[in-house]
C-alpha cells in the first residue's frame, strides 16, 4: 500500500501561482508512476499532468501546458505541481496518484492509490 497526502491548495487570485505537494508514505515511492487529477462538483475526474518514475518524462493536459510543471523528489518520496498564470477554471479539487504501471499515465484506471485531494480555488 502507498498513502499520499496532497498539501498546498488554497485560495489564490488569477494570475497568481500555487505549488502543490503529495507526500508518499508506505512502499517505496521510487517504483510508481505519479500523476495530478483534477475534478469539480458534478464533473468527471480529469487529468492533469504525469511523469515517470524517475522523473524523466512528463506529459500535460493541453489546458496546462506551458502554466503547470510537475516534478517528483525520489529521495523525499515527494510529488509536486507547480502551477503559475492560474486562471478561474482551474478551481478543483487536485488529487495525486500513485500507478504501478511505468511510463506516461493520463486515464484513471491507469492508478492504484489516490490521495484525498486538496483544494484550490482561483478566485477573478
Known amino acids: 500500500q502507498v498513502q499520499l497526502v496532497e498539501s498546498g491548495g488554497g485560495l489564490v487570485q488569477a494570475g497568481g501561482s500555487l505549488r502543490l505537494s503529495c507526500a508518499a508514505s508506505g512502499r517505496t515511492f521510487s517504483p510508481y508512476a505519479m500523476g495530478w487529477f483534477r475534478q469539480v462538483p458534478g464533473k468527471e475526474r480529469e487529468f492533469v499532468a504525469t511523469?515517470?518514475?524517475?522523473?524523466?518524462?512528463?506529459y500535460y493536459a493541453d489546458f496546462v501546458k506551458g502554466r503547470f510543471t510537475i516534478s517528483r523528489d525520489n529521495a523525499k518520496n515527494a510529488l509536486y505541481l507547480q502551477m503559475n498564470s492560474l486562471k478561474p477554471e482551474d478551481t478543483a479539487v487536485y488529487y495525486c496518484?500513485?500507478?504501478?504501471?511505468?511510463?506516461?499515465?493520463?486515464?484513471?484506471?491507469?492508478?492504484?492509490?489516490w490521495g484525498q485531494g486538496t483544494q484550490v480555488t482561483v478566485s477573478s
Open positions: 511523469i515517470d518514475r524517475i522523473g524523466l518524462s512528463k
Open positions: 496518484a500513485a500507478g504501478s504501471r511505468n511510463g506516461l499515465l493520463d486515464t484513471n484506471t491507469d492508478y492504484n492509490y
